[in-house]
Every structure is written in structure tokens, then in C-alpha cells.
């Protein structure tokens, strides 16, 4: 370091005695990564100068301020009015002496330590562009299989099994991807088969259906002919029946919503149990709703049909309001919880007059295909169920 600084200063004092321009000794020091101050030495008096070893005379004094180093040469005058430090020698062999008539004081700024600061940061930052660039480009690469397959997995939850999740690659999501497009392709197989399973037997049901009604037609009038007739159309509306809640539970029927009276929807239900109004005890109120006339009628006959059934004594009564209808009969309480009742094939056991516990299944999911809430409660002896509209 004190060879770089002398050799600067031999360069420095000699141009200033000789009247070159800064800029131009600028040029010439450029090499050694320092160049003139642009401040002056009163700048720095109040700063401390560093310690240093190498200058015993302190006629080089090192000055920091602003984390940018200073040097500052300050020949002391020898007793022979000669300016020379006993010690120093301007040369890089340090084998001839210069006495300048009149030294200068000079003040340089070492520009390698700042430089230096600026390249190694520099460095760091273009490292951590790099590093981002390449993490960026990880995660996208990583999380593209799991971007495809939560678009793909929004389709499925509309009913669309028309897709596909398979995904390259032998890291987790790529398994994930791959595992729940086999599950869609076997579920897309088994919704196959049960289309095919119901339109055989729906096929199948018809004929002894349609036959039955041709031959009741053919007997003589008598109580027994209204009485098959009747039973063979309830079988043809409860086939017909049967068909949009397969459509409506496996989503793929639409609803068809009108403004109905509700007094109307009930005489429906009522009409399709085959049951006389007298037998359910009815508080009518004009209130209107708008729903899919044939599904809402069904799962108002589904409870009609439980009250009726369920009934311990008296008559089942209908209580419509206008943000409601009621529905209540009396009776023993229910064995199980009322959500338990809500579930397919809920019966302890099946039976001829008793069914598969479809009923509510069924009410529940036309109810809330509509957007109302179907509740129950049990209060004095009470089974009451309440749709809110």
C-alpha cells in the first residue's frame, strides 16, 4: 500500500509543479484506483486520522469519511530548508532522493476500497437475481401440474367428467394428478354402466306397465278396473318419478321454476298419494313460491306420506305461512337422529310397506336444489318438519 501511495504522490508532485491539469493527472493515476480529492483537507479536520504503521513522521495520514478513504501528504520542512522527509524516498528502489524546492500537500482518494464495495455487492445482487430467477422458474415448474389440476377438479365439481388431469413427472402432485384421472376415468366407467343399468330396467318396468294398462282396459267396468287402472298409472308416475330424481341427484336435470300457490303444490302431492284432502287437516294461506312444479310436489308428498304414515292420532296438519310451510303429525320420537334419516337407504331394515328410507333422502335434496332449508323438530309429542323458503 505505502509503495502505491508514494509512487502516486512522486507523479502528483511532480505534475503540479509543472502546471498539468487535473483531469489529466487523473488520467495518469487512474491505473492505481486513486485519483485527486475533490474536497479539501479542512473537509476533514475533524475526522481522526487512522493509525498506521508505516509512517513514522505522520507525513502520510490516512482520513476516512463517508466510508471513502483519503490520503493526505504533508512534507514536513528539514532544518536545511529542505522539504524531504528523513525517511522517504519517491522512488519505487527507494535509491534516489527528490528534493522538490517547494513540496506540495496533496490530498488523493483511494478509490480500490470503494470499488472494491461496489463490485462485491454488485455481485451479491446479480447472485440473488440469479437465484430468484431460478426459484421462480422451479416453482412454476412445480406447481403448473397443481394450477391444471385445481382448474380440471373446479370442472368436476360442476359435473363435468369430460377431463383430464394426467400430469409428467415423478414428483408428488405429478402422482396426485395422475391417481385422481384414474379415479375420474373409473367414475366416468361406473356413471356409464348405471346410465345403461337404468335404461334397461326403466325399459323393462314400462312393458309390464303398459301391458297392465291394456289389459285393465279391456275389463268390464267395476270397482276392481278403477282400482288397477289406478294403480298402474300411480306405478307409471312413480316410474316417471323415479327418473327425474335420478336426473336431479346425479345433477343433470334442470329446474323447470314457475310462481306456484302452494295450496296447489299440495293438492298435487296429495293427487299423486292418491289420498283425499279431508284425511290431512290444511291452514291454506295465498302464499306463492317460485319452484319446479312436478319435484317440489314430490317431496311434499315424501313428508305427506311420513305424517300419514307415522301418524299416532288425529290428522296430520299443513300450516302454510309466507316464509314457510309446516308440516306436523303426532307421534313416538325418532329412534336416530334427524340427519341420520337424511342419508340413503336409512332403514334398520326393508320392508314391502315400509321402502329402502329413500323418502327424506330424496325431500332434502329437491328442497335444496330449489334453495330452501328443510328442519325438523320434536315438541310436545310433535314431529313437525319446516321448509323455509
Not at 246 to 257: M, R, W, Y
Not at 285 to 311: C, G, Q, R
Request: charged fraction near 30%.
Amino acid at each position: 500500500m505505502l509503495k502505491r501511495y508514494l509512487s502516486v504522490i512522486k507523479i502528483v508532485d511532480k505534475d503540479l509543479r509543472t502546471g498539468i491539469e487535473k483531469s489529466q493527472i487523473n488520467e495518469k493515476i487512474s491505473s492505481f484506483n486513486i485519483k485527486l480529492a475533490d474536497i479539501t483537507i479542512e473537509n476533514l479536520l475533524s475526522q481522526k486520522p487512522i493509525k498506521i504503521d508505516f509512517d513514522e513522521d505522520d507525513i502520510i495520514s490516512l482520513y476516512k469519511k463517508n466510508k471513502r478513504l483519503y490520503i493526505y501528504f504533508n512534507p514536513k520542512p528539514m532544518h536545511n530548508n529542505k522539504f524531504m522527509p528523513p525517511k522517504f524516498d519517491f522512488n519505487v528502489n527507494f535509491n534516489e532522493k527528490i528534493v522538490p524546492p517547494t513540496p506540495p500537500k496533496i490530498l488523493l482518494l483511494d478509490l480500490s476500497n470503494e470499488n472494491k464495495g461496489k463490485f462485491f455487492w454488485l455481485f451479491v445482487l446479480f447472485f440473488i437475481d440469479l437465484a430468484l430467477i431460478w426459484f421462480f422458474y422451479f416453482l412454476y415448474k412445480k406447481l403448473k401440474p397443481l394450477i391444471k389440476l385445481k382448474n380440471e377438479i373446479n370442472k368436476f365439481s360442476e359435473g363435468n367428467l369430460d377431463i383430464d388431469t394426467s400430469a409428467k413427472g415423478e414428483d408428488e402432485i405429478s402422482q396426485v394428478s395422475n391417481e385422481f384421472n384414474n379415479a375420474i376415468k373409473k367414475i366416468r366407467d361406473l356413471n356409464s354402466s348405471r346410465k345403461l343399468f337404468l335404461r334397461n330396467i326403466l325399459h323393462e318396468l314400462k312393458t309390464p306397465i303398459t301391458k297392465g294398462k291394456l289389459i285393465s282396459d279391456t275389463l268390464d267396468s267395476s270397482k276392481r278396473k278403477d282400482i288397477l287402472q289406478r294403480a298402474f298409472l300411480r306405478l307409471e308416475y312413480l316410474l316417471e318419478e323415479f327418473v327425474k330424481l335420478e336426473e336431479l341427484t346425479s345433477g343433470q336435470i334442470e329446474l323447470d321454476k314457475k310462481e306456484y300457490r302452494v295450496v296447489d303444490l299440495i293438492d298435487q302431492a296429495l293427487d299423486i298419494l292418491l289420498v283425499d284432502r279431508e284425511k290431512i287437516e290444511i291452514y291454506s294461506n295465498p302464499t306463492k313460491i317460485n319452484v319446479d312444479y312436478e319435484l317440489f310436489a314430490i317431496s311434499l308428498k315424501n313428508l305427506i306420506d311420513n305424517a300419514m304414515k307415522y301418524n299416532s292420532k288425529g290428522k296430520p296438519e299443513i300450516v302454510i305461512k309466507e316464509d314457510c310451510l309446516i308440516i306436523k303429525n303426532h307421534g313416538k320420537p325418532l329412534k336416530k337422529t334427524f340427519e341420520e334419516y337424511l342419508q340413503p337407504f336409512n332403514r334398520e331394515y326393508e320392508s314391502i310397506d315400509k321402502g329402502l328410507g329413500l323418502g327424506l333422502y330424496i325431500t332434502d335434496s329437491i328442497i335444496k336444489h330449489h334453495g330452501f332449508n328443510l328442519f325438523y323438530y320434536y315438541s310436545n309429542d310433535y314431529h313437525i318438519f319446516k321448509i323455509q323458503f
